[in-house]
């Protein structure tokens, strides 16, 4: 329940969002994002402290954290473009997807480690302030706003927030390769996120493991997209970034079914395998965030993005739903195998299709001023 206060805002809300991202100051909207997720935290240590929080003030304090990472998230990424050459988004969205695997190797044994020796309220304060190391650099950073503002102080007229709404709508109903994506990616997220879920049931049940095989597994996995991500980094991907995507979608699903197909007790090959899905996930998440990135204009890749967010927040709960039908009618290690066909299949169905392999050619300047105009 805590995790869905946080996640249903973040679907609800994020087009909205998105529309006033391109409206507002960018290094504003992130500075206030985490100023208020970092309120939000100060409040439940104040609880905590006083030894009166209930279950229901962890809930509240979850909603409002999703509400300021409806916020953050698109803002960060759309702020990179404004920032970074294009030749550099695989490299930069690799980055972060080495970041994101450092997290996943460096914070449970460091949040058990705190938990050991500090009080709730004194982890809740280190919270506090990494949130304040985040807003630190931000007071000093120029972000440049996109080209758009220019135009409207030149013309004198603004468009209201449901009239931006309308626009990013249509930019991506009129765009053939890019709903396609959009829609493929979410069906992904709606087979590939059941499927980490699985992973302890899977240890459990299919491979008879304990404990600690489960937490080699998530190890070996967070380390896998170290490297992948590092490799993106340094490499960049192929030229035309559908590639990598489609590359990684391919070998990524043969790993799911790999997984789904491993034999009883055999813990070192599913860690094997469970390294080489954690080394494709950056090439095909950071590939196709830089796609998005490179294709979409920045005046508008704040509602594009949050659509795309808003896209896999409703199909992550669909696929969970019937992933857990699924596992209870056949077991968990079904689900894998389905979930590898899907994605294998996803690689080669975009291959097929002209308007998605050709989609970083679109002139999508001509798109947004046909729409405004």
Same mark, same amino acid.
């Given at each position: 329940?805590?995790?869905?206060?946080?996640?249903?805002?973040?679907?609800?809300?994020?087009?909205?969002?998105?529309?006033?991202?391109?409206?507002?100051?960018?290094? %504003?909207?992130?500075? /206030?994002?985490?100023?208020?997720?970092? !309120?939000? =935290?100060?409040? @439940?240590? #104040? *609880?905590? +402290?006083? $030894?009166?929080?209930?279950?229901?003030?962890?809930?509240?304090?979850?909603?409002?954290?999703?509400?300021?990472?409806?916020?953050?998230?698109?803002?960060?990424?759309?702020?990179?473009?404004?920032?970074?050459?294009?030749?550099?988004?695989?490299?930069?969205?690799?980055?972060?997807?080495?970041?994101?695997?450092?997290?996943?190797?460096?914070?449970?044994?460091?949040?058990? %480690?705190?938990?050991? /020796?500090?009080?709730?309220?004194?982890? !809740?304060? =280190?919270?506090? @302030?990494? #949130? *304040?190391? +985040?807003? $630190?650099?931000?007071?000093?950073?120029?972000?440049?706003?996109?080209?758009?503002?220019?135009?409207?102080?030149?013309?004198?007229?603004?468009?209201?927030?449901?009239?931006?709404?309308?626009?990013?709508?249509?930019?991506?109903?009129?765009?053939?390769?890019?709903?396609?994506?959009?829609?493929?990616?979410?069906?992904?997220?709606?087979?590939?996120?059941?499927?980490?879920? %699985?992973?302890?049931? /899977?240890?459990?049940?299919?491979?008879?493991?304990?404990?600690?095989? @489960?937490?080699?597994?998530?190890?070996?996995?967070?380390?896998?997209?170290?490297?992948?991500?590092?490799?993106?980094?340094?490499?960049?991907?192929?030229?035309?970034?559908?590639?990598?995507?489609?590359?990684?979608?391919?070998?990524?699903?043969?790993?799911?079914?790999?997984?789904?197909?491993?034999?009883?007790?055999?813990?070192?090959?599913?860690?094997?395998?469970?390294?080489?899905?954690?080394?494709?996930?950056? %090439?095909?998440?950071?590939?196709?965030?830089?796609?998005?990135?490179?294709?979409?204009?920045?005046?508008?890749?704040?509602?594009?993005?949050?659509?795309?967010?808003?896209?896999?927040?409703?199909?992550?709960?669909?696929?969970?739903?019937?992933?857990?039908?699924?596992?209870?009618?056949?077991?968990?290690?079904?689900?894998?195998?389905?979930?590898?066909?899907?994605?294998?299949?996803?690689?080669?169905?975009?291959?097929?299709?002209?308007?998605?392999?050709?989609?970083?050619?679109?002139?999508?300047?001509?798109?947004?001023?046909?729409?405004?105009?």
């Amino acid at each position: 329940m805590a995790n869905m206060m946080e996640v249903v805002p973040r679907v609800i809300i994020s087009p909205l969002a998105g529309a006033l991202i391109d409206r507002w100051n960018r290094r %504003l909207v992130l500075i /206030l994002s985490d100023a208020a997720i970092a !309120l939000g =935290i100060v409040v @439940l240590a #104040a *609880l905590y +402290a006083m $030894g009166i929080v209930q279950i229901w003030h962890i809930y509240i304090i979850m909603l409002f954290r999703g509400l300021g990472g409806a916020f953050h998230w698109p803002a960060m990424q759309a702020s990179t473009t404004l920032l970074v050459p294009e030749r550099h988004y695989g490299r930069v969205a690799g980055m972060n997807q080495t970041i994101q695997g450092l997290v996943v190797i460096v914070t449970p044994p460091l949040g058990a %480690l705190l938990y050991g /020796l500090l009080s709730m309220q004194g982890i !809740l304060m =280190i919270e506090i @302030l990494t #949130a *304040l190391l +985040a807003i $630190g650099p931000l007071l000093f950073i120029a972000i440049p706003q996109p080209e758009r503002k220019q135009h409207e102080m030149a013309s004198g007229r603004q468009p209201g927030v449901i009239e931006d709404l309308r626009t990013g709508f249509q930019f991506v109903r009129g765009w053939p390769g890019l709903v396609i994506t959009l829609a493929i990616g979410a069906v992904a997220s709606m087979m590939a996120t059941p499927a980490y879920a %699985l992973v302890p049931l /899977l240890v459990a049940e299919r491979l008879n493991g304990q404990v600690m095989d @489960l937490a080699w597994i998530q190890l070996t996995f967070g380390i896998g997209v170290v490297v992948g991500g590092l490799t993106l980094s340094l490499w960049g991907g192929f030229k035309r970034r559908i590639h990598t995507v489609i590359l990684a979608s391919i070998l990524g699903g043969m790993g799911f079914i790999t997984v789904g197909l491993i034999p009883e007790n055999a813990i070192r090959l599913a860690t094997g395998v469970a390294f080489c899905l954690g080394f494709l996930h950056p %090439l095909l998440n950071g590939s196709l965030m830089a796609m998005f990135q490179a294709i979409v204009p920045a005046e508008i890749q704040g509602r594009v993005f949050t659509l795309m967010i808003s896209a896999i927040g409703i199909a992550n709960p669909v696929g969970l739903a019937i992933a857990g039908l699924v596992g209870d009618a056949w077991g968990v290690h079904v689900w894998f195998v389905l979930c590898g066909i899907v994605t294998a299949a996803i690689g080669i169905f975009l291959f097929f299709i002209p308007s998605v392999m050709h989609i970083e050619e679109r002139n999508t300047l001509k798109i947004t001023t046909t729409i405004q105009g």
